[in-house]
């Protein structure tokens, strides 16, 4: 089966086989791994706010996300991951959002008009490095088919990337207009797929397998009451620790072992510097403007720093914020704007929330997911019985 059929009904077949395919490659692996949990469930609650009904990024009102796997043959392993802000046009109705730069090894589509406006104009799209543009002109075509669109003549798709290049054969840039259209169309709220699934098929992070991860804070009523929601896709590297546990250190797989412990080096494989990448979304329903929205997007480092990272030489390491508020909401060709918008005193808690659903998301993306063989590697599941070891030696226990 290839993926370069010409209409999305004919391609419809393969998309149910290729999701058949992926279940079951998952539950092989899980078989093989052990049953994989989310964070909470090893007992890793980062934090101190609490979560929404879904510890997800649809937590927030409105928020969407669609997810299609791509995964042919022993070779192709990738996807796309897309996040809606609302139900609405989001080219007719935009959202003020920003994003931050924590290192800047990647291929962002969009950053500078969003960055230079300070708003989407197009949901969110994730795939991998080779595909960017791709996805790109998928989802622009897709837009300007949508109801009152026909006289647009501009349009600023965003799309983020990190290289599954090791698990997926990226030369063949195999994403497809048809796999877009489908995550866009397919998108919905509620629980959210996390690990080897959408545009997490075929990433690593911190040498295991990595992926989609998600999380989210719900502020007490005396501090607004804001929900704030995340999600990640996780392809860096670094030295693993959770919740200050040092897991890297004590699974022995960490980044510069071979440099800083020969004797514990890994054979045929070169040193890890922990080079990769890392997408950050957050959304939230707070009344944030883009310039708070930069200092948002800003604190996901510091949820980043928490898991291990260092923000290597070779990663691209990117957040992008967005607030769904009705209040700061901005319809297209409107020749004035009033809003009203959280002061900066009130950013402190939305701050604190953002950090500790990011450090959460990043651990739900490699505890939920699955060893997977593709592009002839294969690349494990970071071990969950181990793990649970490491933490109660720590003190982390399940509650």
């Not at 510097?273 to 950050?280: E, H, K, T, V």
């Not at 957050?282 to 720093?305: E, F, H, K, Q, Y």
């Amino acid at each position: 089966m290839t993926t370069s059929l010409r209409a999305f009904h004919s391609l419809l077949p393969w998309l149910v086989a290729t999701v058949l395919l992926s279940s079951i490659v998952a539950g092989l692996a899980s078989a093989q791994s052990g049953e994989r949990v989310r964070a909470r469930e090893l007992g890793v609650a980062p934090g101190i706010f609490p979560t929404g009904s879904h510890n997800a990024i649809t937590d927030v009102a409105g928020v969407r996300v669609g997810q299609v796997t791509l995964s042919e043959g022993d070779r192709v392993r990738t996807g796309v991951t897309a996040i809606l802000p609302h139900g609405s046009n989001a080219y007719r109705s935009r959202v003020p959002a920003a994003l931050h730069v924590g290192n800047g090894f990647g291929k962002f589509v969009g950053a500078t008009q969003v960055n230079e406006l300070g708003e989407l104009e197009t949901p969110i799209l994730l795939t991998c490095t080779l595909c960017v543009w791709k996805a790109a002109d998928a989802m622009a075509a897709w837009l300007l088919e949508q109801p009152d669109m026909q006289q647009v003549q501009s349009i600023n798709p965003v799309v983020g990337e990190t290289n599954d290049g090791g698990l997926n054969d990226i030369r063949a840039r195999p994403m497809t207009a048809e796999a877009v259209r489908a995550a866009l169309t397919g998108a919905s709220g509620g629980p959210v797929r996390e690990g080897s699934v959408g545009a997490g098929t075929g990433t690593v992070a911190f040498g295991w397998k990595g992926g989609i991860g998600t999380s989210s804070r719900v502020l007490p009523a005396s501090l607004g009451g804001w929900t704030v929601g995340v999600l990640v896709q996780s392809n860096f590297g670094g030295v693993l620790q959770v919740q200050g546990a040092p897991v890297g250190r004590e699974l022995e797989r960490f980044a510069f072992q071979e440099a800083v412990a020969s004797n514990r080096s890994r054979p045929g494989l070169a040193d890890d510097r922990g080079d990769g990448s890392i997408i950050i979304v957050i959304a939230t329903d707070a009344p944030l403007g883009d310039r708070n929205l930069g200092r948002v997007a800003s604190r996901a480092m510091m949820g980043l720093g928490r898991t291990g990272s260092s923000a290597s030489n070779g990663s691209g390491d990117y957040a992008l914020a967005f607030s769904t508020a009705e209040s700061v909401r901005r319809p297209f060709g409107e020749p004035r704007r009033t809003t009203t918008e959280l002061a900066n005193d009130e950013m402190s808690a939305v701050f604190q929330a953002t950090t500790e659903a990011v450090e959460e998301a990043i651990y739900n993306s490699l505890f939920m997911a699955t060893t997977t063989q593709g592009n002839g590697r294969t690349i494990e599941a970071i071990p969950l019985d181990r793990v649970r070891a490491i933490l109660a030696k720590h003190g982390i226990r399940p509650r």
